[in-house]
């Protein structure tokens, strides 16, 4: 057991100039902190299989969820049920910051669409 941090986590690169920080990653559960720059989005997909919680840090998200559109603000947050079609985007001037959190770990069940 260890103490996480973005400083210490592993780091990825997505998207168009998006960041990722893996600050937990097993078999049943992924938490990952991500920065996106004013502009970027990620593309519309679902998951089969994994279920999603959203928490803004900074930022405002706009995340358009089965055709509706959502401003989360920081200290809010927005849960994703497996299945549900969703696309994350930062539309203000600002960094979006987050975590995310995925249960269980939806990286090999993203389906874009």
Same mark, same amino acid.
């Given at each position: ?16 100039? &998006?960041?990722?920080? *893996? ?11 991500? #920065?996106?720059?004013?502009? &970027?989005?990620?593309? #519309?997909? =679902? *998951? /089969? ?7 803004? %840090?900074?930022?405002?998200? +706009?995340?358009? =969820?089965?055709?509706?559109? =959502? #401003?989360?603000?920081? /200290?809010?947050?927005? *849960? ?7 696309? %994350?985007?930062?539309? *203000?001037?600002?960094?979006?910051? =987050? +975590?995310? +959190?995925? +249960? ?5 069940? #993203?389906?874009?669409?």
């Amino acid at each position: 057991m260890a103490v996480i941090s973005k400083q210490s986590a592993e780091h990825y690169t997505w998207g168009n100039k &998006c960041d990722g920080w *893996h600050l937990v990653k097993s078999e049943s559960l992924s938490v990952i902190q991500e #920065r996106v720059p004013s502009g &970027c989005s990620e593309a #519309r997909h =679902f *998951h /089969n299989k994994a279920e999603q919680f959203f928490f803004i %840090l900074s930022g405002i998200a +706009t995340m358009e =969820f089965e055709g509706k559109i =959502f #401003r989360v603000k920081p /200290n809010e947050g927005i *849960h994703i049920p497996a299945g549900s079609r969703h696309q %994350l985007s930062n539309q *203000h001037e600002i960094d979006l910051i =987050f +975590t995310v +959190t995925s +249960t269980p770990p939806s990286h090999s069940d #993203r389906i874009e669409i």
